[in-house]
């Protein structure tokens, strides 16, 4: 029973930040890659960032250096700190497994608009 809860999301104007966070269920949460994914409309997909289980870290080139993924394996929770953010980031934003697992949740919407 997979369950992946996506949260803290909201409108925010461009260059400021957000701060996302993903409870995930499981008792071998600290053996999997995590990532945050996202979609706007119009646009497939995209990986923005991954945490290995080991705690390496990547990023899409379009967020490198305004988002940072971490983990917190005690509270089997994934966050994404996003800063300078810009109207292109729009996107509904989800986390999974790395490489992703077949349950989604429900996403949480990130709004960047003046």
């Known amino acids: 029973q997979v369950q992946l809860v996506e949260s803290g999301g909201g409108l925010v104007q461009p260059g400021g930040s957000l701060r996302l966070s993903c409870a995930a269920s499981?008792?071998?949460?600290?053996?999997?890659?995590m990532g945050w994914y996202r979609q706007a409309p119009g646009k497939q997909r995209e990986l923005v960032a991954r945490?290995?289980?080991?705690?390496?870290?990547n990023y899409a080139d379009s967020v490198k250096g305004r988002f940072t993924i971490s983990r917190d394996n005690a509270k089997r929770t994934v966050y994404l700190q996003m800063n300078s953010l810009k109207p292109e980031d729009t996107a509904v934003y989800y986390c999974?497994?790395?490489?992703?697992?077949?349950?989604w949740g429900q996403g949480t919407q990130v709004t960047v608009s003046s």
């Open positions: 999974n497994r790395y490489p992703y697992g077949n349950y």
């Open positions: 499981g008792s071998a949460f600290s053996t999997y890659g």
């Open positions: 945490v290995t289980a080991g705690g390496g870290r």
